[in-house]
């Protein structure tokens, strides 16, 4: 079976006046659906830069980057938006809510922009927060939540139109450890229905509780193994 | 994103910041207002000049004989002095222009500028500021009065300079408290006496002039107290206002003659008709129909440039919002229309808010000034179209700004 994801020498650099930043330097890798991935590295090693490209919010300066057989590379910004609406869920370290909106509203938003109207749009939003176990939290805004409770709206919101990847960069990193541990659970459940997740985190526990771990250092691949103890 | 969705969005942030909201839309609301009663108050005057007023200054179907034109606001200074060499309009002049028009219904002559203003008392009251006129009797059909009272002025009146007066309403309501037995009594007009022979219907009041405040002497009778006015005036009604176009030819022609007047030389006298007023008019009002649309656009530009800012301005604000939407899957044009359709509804508000209160002021104005006041129909299509347009021209800018953020720059904005 063909990867989900292709990268092959994927580059990015950042011009800030005279000074060129090359965040990623060549990086090349495969992830197959359904897997369970951790990327870790050290701050400033290139993992936001690697998300944001895997989530298609950026576009490499060089390489090539094949998601579900389609090369989303050299798309244009509105090609792009609509890669991001169908195939990414992309949740947040500071889960992104609108503030003044309901969980049930939050959670709605891709599918507005994916044109699905009326009813069947809340019914889809309520079975989402369903699945992450805040059906009973549909009317609140995010200052009614706790954080653990608004990171789990994030993540309804980014799986509500059933997208290929589940991203997420470090989405236990402004939560305690009890909490970490609730959202940690729901991301090993959703897993386990066969949902491909990709998170960045620098807490050796969670990579712990993932398939495989990728470590960026510098902007390259470092390693790339297999997590043994967590295959069961 | 569906229409109805961005809708429901600009509303939504419509009414969160109600306060700014309506600052925003104030430019717009203030033109749009400032359009529709000036239209409105324009328009009432219109009417009001073409119908009631000159039918009440000169009559209807009625062309007269003058010493100088009606229009003299629009006379410059050698004009006016070429006019008053003229020689003054005479009763000669006046039994001249009914010979030569003998369909005519009604020949007249009246007292014209200066008209006299007299004070008027029976028993214990007086009235002053009393406009007086002296006429021949046929006026009284070319004004087309009735009588509430009495009777009218009669060609032995006028021939005999007898020491009559008819009333006007007005002038009777108040010297008598039962306006209708005024007939037979005895007033005094600045001193003199005279006997009350009629009291005339009302005609109404407009523009805070009020036409019942004057009283009709016999012509002879009043230049006998008041002497020959500088712009006696032939007035002659005609049965259709077809056949005022012949009747003034044949005035003039005959005018010519009596005058002895030779060929090529000028007239020393004008034939005029109610059009000239009119004219007079719409070439006033014409000069402040250009002036409008001018101080609209400057209005409705300075308007749609705060709306332009205050949506500038709630793009910065809301930059994380749009990031947000655009990692969602929002594509540019899903949040153009966002911000587009949010500066649509405040320009469209605020110019319904505009022809509301434009409306509100224009009712206003006609109830409780004396200025007429009518809306019509295009100015407040117009106006709300130029609304609405500059809201669409002014919001492009900023909803196409907000629709080219980069969303990772914009998510990461505080
Ligand atoms: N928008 C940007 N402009 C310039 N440099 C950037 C930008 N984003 C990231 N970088 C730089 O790229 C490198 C990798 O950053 P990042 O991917 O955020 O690292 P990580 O998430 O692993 O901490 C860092 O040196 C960072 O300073
Ligand atoms: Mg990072």
């Known amino acids: 079976m063909s990867a989900l994801i292709r990268i092959r020498d994927l580059g990015r650099e950042y011009r800030m006046g005279d000074e060129r930043i090359l965040a990623l330097r060549g990086v090349t890798l495969d992830i197959h659906r359904n897997e369970y991935l951790a990327i870790m590295g050290p701050s400033g090693s290139g993992k936001s830069t690697m998300m944001n490209l895997l989530g298609c919010l950026d576009t490499p300066t060089a390489g090539e980057y094949w998601l579900n057989g389609e090369e989303v590379s050299r798309l244009t910004d509105d090609a792009l938006a609509r890669v991001r609406n169908r195939e990414i869920g992309f949740v947040f370290q500071t889960f992104n809510l609108l503030p003044r909106a309901t969980s049930l509203h939050n959670v709605e938003l891709p599918l507005v922009y994916a044109g699905v109207r009326g009813r069947e749009r809340r019914e889809r939003a309520a079975a989402a927060l369903d699945q992450v176990g805040l059906g009973h939290r549909m009317d609140h805004r995010p200052s009614e939540l706790s954080g653990g409770q608004r990171q789990r709206v994030a993540i309804a919101r980014a799986l509500v139109n059933q997208p290929s990847i589940l991203l997420a960069d470090e989405p236990t990193g402004n939560l305690d450890s009890v909490t970490s541990d609730e959202i940690m659970r729901v991301f090993t459940q959703l897993h386990a229905g066969g949902q491909t997740v990709i998170m960045v985190t620098h807490e050796p526990d969670i990579a712990a509780r993932t398939e495989r771990v990728v470590v960026l250092r510098d902007g390259q691949v470092e390693s790339d193994r297999v997590n043994r103890g967590a295959a069961a | ?414």
Do not use: C
Request: net charge positive; proline share 5%; aromatic share 8%.
């Open chain 2, 1 to 414: 994103m569906p229409l109805s969705e961005a809708l429901r969005l600009a509303l939504q942030a419509i009414w969160t910041s109600k306060l700014r909201s309506f600052f925003t839309l104030l430019g717009i609301l203030v033109s749009v207002a400032f359009l529709i009663v000036v239209v409105a108050i324009i328009q009432g005057m219109n009417s009001y000049v073409s119908g009631t007023l000159t039918a009440s200054m000169i009559g209807i179907n009625t062309f007269q004989v003058r010493r100088g034109p009606i229009s003299v606001g629009l006379l410059d200074d050698e004009q006016v002095r070429m006019i008053a060499k003229r020689p003054l309009v005479t009763v000669e002049d006046a039994e001249t222009v009914a010979e030569a028009v003998p369909e005519a219904i009604a020949v007249a002559l009246q007292s014209g500028w200066p008209t006299p203003v007299a004070e008027i008392r029976f028993r214990d009251r007086t009235m002053i500021n009393v406009t007086v006129f002296g006429i021949t009797a046929p006026y009284q059909a070319v004004q087309d009065y009735t009588y509430l009272a009495g009777s009218p002025l009669t060609d032995q009146d006028v021939n005999g300079r007898r020491p009559v007066v008819a009333l006007g309403h007005e002038i009777a309501d108040k010297l008598f408290d039962n306006p209708l037995s005024a007939v037979g009594r005895r007033v005094r007009l600045d001193g003199r006496e005279l006997t009350v022979k009629g009291v005339i219907a009302p005609k109404g009041r407009l523009l805070g002039q009020s036409f019942d405040s004057f009283v009709l002497l016999p012509f002879s009778t009043f230049e006998a107290a008041y002497g020959r006015r500088k712009t006696t005036v032939v007035s002659v009604k005609m049965p259709t206002a077809d056949a005022i176009e012949a009747g003034m030819s044949r005035a003039e022609e005959a005018m010519r003659v009596a005058h002895r007047l030779r060929p090529g030389e000028e007239n020393d006298f004008t034939v005029d008709k109610a059009d000239a007023f009119v004219a007079f008019w719409k070439q006033l009002t014409s000069m402040l129909f250009t002036a409008i649309p001018a101080v609209v656009a400057i209005g409705v530009v300075v308007g749609g440039i705060v709306i332009m800012n205050i949506m500038l301005m709630t793009v910065n604000e809301r930059t994380r919002e749009i990031g947000l939407r655009k990692s969602l899957g929002a594509t540019r044009a899903d949040i153009r229309r966002q911000f587009l359709v949010e500066a649509l509804v405040l320009t469209a508000a605020g110019g319904a808010l505009g022809v509301l209160s434009g409306w509100a002021l224009a009712f206003g104005v006609s109830t409780f000034t004396p200025l007429p006041a009518r809306i019509t129909l295009w100015s407040v299509a117009l106006a709300l179209a130029v609304g609405t347009g500059a809201g669409t021209l002014f919001g492009v800018y900023p909803a196409s700004r907000a629709s080219r953020l980069d969303p990772i720059a914009a998510l990461r904005v505080e």
